[in-house]
């Protein structure tokens, strides 16, 4: 069922000047819940205005937004509610923490709730563990912790608010790979675990291929592609022709079917490949077991 939805939605920046922009040109898409969608595309494709739209940050010349079926701009009291259903990590969030500790810097967005003591301490607990922020940094000053972990902890505090809808701008960006590893890790745990919708932004295909569920292309602020990662993955010439390209195993597979390995139309994690050579190299074994008799 779809969590959040945007309805033909459209964006033009600086209109009437020589700088005039369509950002976002008639786009409908939906994110559902329990499921972890990816949207990429290049710088200039759209991506950041159209998340900025989920929570009410940029509001569409045209088109709607609809949060369990209600358009979050048919009542501009209720915007604030919004934002609490719609959490939105930005960009390097690390460069927003500003309280004493870590644990009242994840605390902060569950007491602007209203919420009382206890309801926050499980919150910033839960929330600690999903984003992978250890037990020893929540009493430490956020600015005495490495780049990582306060994106983590930046993660984290988003997190707490149990938002319906996730959205995440790049939150790997800069990380060596076992730290994009552990924080994508656990935010796809988060999704399952709490059945919300989950967006993630990102530049890398083999994040989405390896993380999302659902992925979506976007150029020149249009939705050019939308489906399952295999569907999506599948479609490896229209993504070069976007400049975008495709996972590095899905080109190593392509050249395997080129000598003739029997790998498969749509592998697209290094896992995938991996099982499909066990599995051809272990069918031939067994083919030459059978010869000899």
């Avoid at 919708?197 to 291929?209: G, K, T």
């Avoid at 992925?215 to 022709?241: H, W």
Wanted: with cysteine.
């Amino acid at each position: 069922m779809a969590k959040i939805r945007l309805e033909n939605v459209t964006y033009t920046y600086s209109v009437g000047t020589p700088f005039e922009k369509r950002a976002v040109d008639g786009v409908s898409l939906e994110f559902e819940e329990g499921l972890l969608t990816g949207i990429m595309g290049h710088t200039g494709s759209g991506k950041s205005t159209l998340i900025n739209m989920l929570n009410g940050l940029i509001k569409p010349d045209s088109g709607r937004v609809l949060l369990g079926g209600e358009d979050i701009w048919a009542d501009k009291k209720k915007m604030r509610s919004v934002r609490f259903r719609v959490g939105l990590v930005m960009q390097y969030p690390e460069y927003q923490l500003f309280d004493e500790t870590v644990r009242a810097d994840i605390a902060f967005g569950p007491r602007n709730m209203g919420l009382d003591g206890d309801e926050i301490a499980r919150r910033v607990s839960e929330a600690a563990k999903f984003a992978g922020v250890e037990e020893e940094w929540l009493d430490k000053s956020p600015f005495d912790l490495s780049g990582g972990q306060k994106r983590r902890v930046a993660v984290a505090g988003v997190m707490a608010m149990s938002p319906e809808v996730l959205v995440l701008d790049e939150p790997a960006a800069g990380l060596d790979p076992a730290g994009r590893e552990s924080i994508l890790s656990g935010i796809r745990e988060y999704c399952r675990a709490t059945g919300a919708a989950v967006i993630i932004v990102s530049h890398s295909m083999e994040d989405m291929a390896v993380f999302c569920d659902r992925v979506a292309v976007l150029a020149d602020g249009k939705l050019c592609m939308y489906g399952t990662r295999e569907e999506v993955f599948a479609r490896r010439s229209e993504l070069y022709m976007l400049g975008l390209g495709v996972p590095m195993i899905t080109d190593i597979a392509h050249e395997l079917l080129k000598l003739g390995v029997p790998i498969g139309e749509e592998i697209f994690t290094v896992g995938g490949v991996s099982d499909s050579l066990r599995r051809i190299i272990s069918e031939r074994r067994g083919n030459k077991g059978k010869g000899a008799d």
